[in-house]
């Protein structure tokens, strides 16, 4: 059984950075995709960006370009999100989840890590 | 404001089917699968519908999408108290180049 365990919760002042940690166990790592989604408290789902671990490839959401960096370690069957200059508006719970290997041009994910909550706060 | 368009609520009775729409365009629900997510309080989502109408493993037969042009639906029969959460449309969308979502519709079961 899949499992993905997220890094613990973080509080950062403004204009600093963060970087989450996602440790999947079970399952083939290299082969799907994992997604960071956001979830500011009281609104909706927002997609961040995904890594293809097995060719180390990622591709992020227009508008966190420039601010997010997504990586991944095969070795050690880790995915991180890393976003930096924080304001208060990033104040979100950050998940990562594994895609579901469906059809391209698919937003599917079968498997989600249990959230970690980043507070941007002076 | 939300690339797909949900409406915000949703409710019925025990025993009763309803169903959730969520409107997009020809770059996202137009040319791409949909799928729709179970938010229960506290949790992360779970996946429900994916491919447009295909259940994962263990999804009861109670969930259903459906999907015409750029419109998708899920639909749930025999409503539980149980199913009372957030629900989320999801697709790829080709001009973002990435995943855009519905801003959710919470389900109140009366």
């Known amino acids: 059984q899949v499992q993905l365990v997220q890094s613990g919760a973080e509080v950062k002042k403004p204009g600093s950075s963060v970087k989450v940690s996602c440790k999947a166990s079970g399952g083939t790592f290299s082969s799907y995709p994992i997604n960071w989604v956001r979830q500011a408290p009281g609104q909706g789902l927002e997609w961040m960006g995904k890594i293809i671990p097995m060719v180390d490839v990622a591709i992020y959401a227009q508008k966190f370009q420039g601010r997010v960096t997504i990586t991944a370690d095969k070795f050690t069957r880790t995915a991180y999100m890393e976003l930096s200059s924080l304001r208060s508006e990033d104040t979100a719970l950050y998940y990562c989840?594994?895609?579901?290997?469906?059809?391209?041009?698919?937003?599917?994910?079968?498997?989600w890590g249990q959230g970690t909550l980043v507070t941007v706060s002076s | 404001q939300s690339v797909l368009t949900q409406p915000p609520s949703a409710s019925g009775t025990p025993g009763q089917r309803v169903t959730i729409s969520c409107s997009g365009s020809t770059s996202n629900i137009g040319g791409n699968f949909v799928s729709w997510y179970q938010q229960l309080p506290g949790t992360a989502p779970k996946l429900l519908i994916y491919?447009?109408?295909q259940r994962p493993s263990g999804v009861p037969d109670r969930f259903s999408g459906s999907k015409s042009g750029t419109s998708a639906s899920l639909a749930i029969s025999g409503l539980q108290s149980e199913d009372e959460a957030d629900y989320y449309c999801a697709a790829w969308d080709d001009s973002l180049n990435g995943w855009v979502f519905g801003g959710g519709t919470k389900l109140t079961v009366l």
């Open positions: 491919s447009n109408n």
């Open positions: 989840a594994r895609d579901a290997g469906a059809a391209a041009g698919s937003a599917a994910a079968d498997y």
